[in-house]
């Protein structure tokens, strides 16, 4: 930790973005960049946590300060390398492979998982293949050009958040659902669907208390990658 060097946090709106102002410093990044954010509502976010730190500033209570920094210094010079990286999570999207059609575990996935996929093939134009078991199969080419199409709209941070969700949730369509999500209440429940087959060993097999705090964290940085993204593309 490093001793508070700042008194007031105040917001500056540049040419490019806006800036965090810590007295009358601009944040950089890591690094070294101006820490230019596209939203003032983001802007705003990584200001409370500035306001939040105490005489001593924890660098693990910054976050979304991190965020923002891998945003601007890792994928601004090459987004589409993160959106080529994004795809292969298409390929094995958890949602599409499902246990065989005698396990009990079928039937949940069927019910939770199917309503999801669907969903998504129909917002977005695409068909994916489902599996039973847990052997590869391809994704339908016209599928994967569509993701990559929608992946390459999307700026740095919201690719930031997206890539974050996407890792958590062994899952493209899960991540995208939870950023074009319209309620709040969405990526939560899109996380839980993520879960399923944890939740239904811990129901077999009982609860280990070190497996569920690491999925509550787990939990936690979902949300945030969300809210980040979301306010990454809210003027």
């Known amino acids: 930790m490093i001793r508070r060097f700042y008194t007031t946090v105040t ?45 001593q500033i924890d660098p693990a209570s910054l976050p979304l300060r991190d965020m923002a ?21 298409a390929e094995t999207d958890t949602l599409c492979y499902r246990a065989d059609p005698d396990e009990p575990l079928h039937a949940r996935q069927q019910a939770v998982w199917e309503p999801l996929l ?18 590869h199969r391809p994704q339908p080419p016209a599928t994967l ?15 930031a958040g997206l890539e974050a969700m996407t890792r958590l949730a062994a ?33 077999l097999w009982g609860r280990d208390r070190e497996a569920e705090e690491r999925r509550q964290r787990r939990e936690a940085d979902f949300l945030r990658a969300a809210a980040f993204a979301r306010l990454a593309g809210t003027p």
């Open 11 to 55: 917001l500056a709106e540049q040419p490019e973005g806006w800036q965090v102002m810590l007295d009358t410093r601009g944040v950089r990044t890591v690094g070294g960049a101006p820490q230019l954010l596209p939203t003032r509502p983001l802007a705003e976010a990584l200001a409370a946590e500035w306001r939040g730190q105490g005489e």
């Open 69 to 89: 920094d891998y945003a601007i210094d890792i994928l601004s010079p090459n987004p589409q390398a993160c959106a080529e990286g994004l795809l292969s999570y």
């Open 118 to 135: 669907s969903a998504f093939e129909a917002a977005h134009g695409v068909t994916f293949t489902r599996v039973s078991g847990v052997l």
């Open 145 to 159: 050009a569509a993701l990559r199409a929608r992946l390459l709209t999307l700026t740095p941070f919201q690719l």
């Open 171 to 203: 899952s493209l369509t899960i991540g995208l659902s939870a950023l074009d999500a319209r309620h709040e209440d969405e990526p939560l429940a899109l996380w839980q669907a993520a879960c399923l087959e944890e939740e239904w060993q811990a129901e």
